[in-house]
């Protein structure tokens, strides 16, 4: 409870210690880095939260912090895992206080940490994930009756029929042959010359989505067609590879047809 408290402190701004460039200077990287984080993620939470008449408070109860590539490099390992162990600890914590006596649903918060490439050293950003795994109802289509036609005559044109607009089915740009270890072949046929692949989520979706392998993150890679090929970027806190060479988080390069991406347990190939 003792650090909780010297953290709450740090974020209200009351302790004399975040005030002065000199005693700010007293704070180790991982404790400055730590307040910065975790001031983001409450700013976040502030916006987000809402409690419905009568009921309880609601929050994201997940949420990814981007990195500069720079940042990125320097948290690696067990010191990645303390940073996320203890922003997640006290910004339980801190939620709790932040809806005051009122009931909170959100029990726990959970964070993790991922690369964007166009963010400088030192700049954080925070993504929310308000995903619900409650299932939903499935709703069938009722088939429209039929209607009777007399012998020899022809069933009259439906007037909400004729005022429909057909929409032709666009030719592909492109084709995404991908294959799990063990599974079966998959395709995706894109239409755009821009495409998201990676592990996808309700408030992540992606064109190509990559089930199954934690290492795979929501927003893996971003693949642009081009004239003379195509431009892999690579956005997720994994490496890619291509053909042997890989692309580390925040870099991009040029891919060609036939040659294979790895990402986590997925081989990849633009056909």
Known sequence: MKLWSEVKKWLDGEDAISQTPEAQAQLSEWDQFFVKIAREVETVMKREMFTPPGGQTYLPGEYIIYLSKEDDAVWQGRKREGLEEGLANNLSQRAKELVGGKSLKTDKIALSLSIDGALDKGQVRVQVVWDDQSPKTEVTARKPKPKPVESGATEPLDPDDIEKTLVRKRTPLFTINFQR?????????????KIEIGRGSKDFPVDVKLDGDQEVSRKHAILTKQENGFKLECVGRNAIEVDGREIQPGESAEVQPGQIMKIGIYELKIA
Not at 181 to 193: L, T
């Open 181 to 193: 270890q063990g599974g079966e072949p998959e395709v995706f046929k894109s239409s755009k010359a």
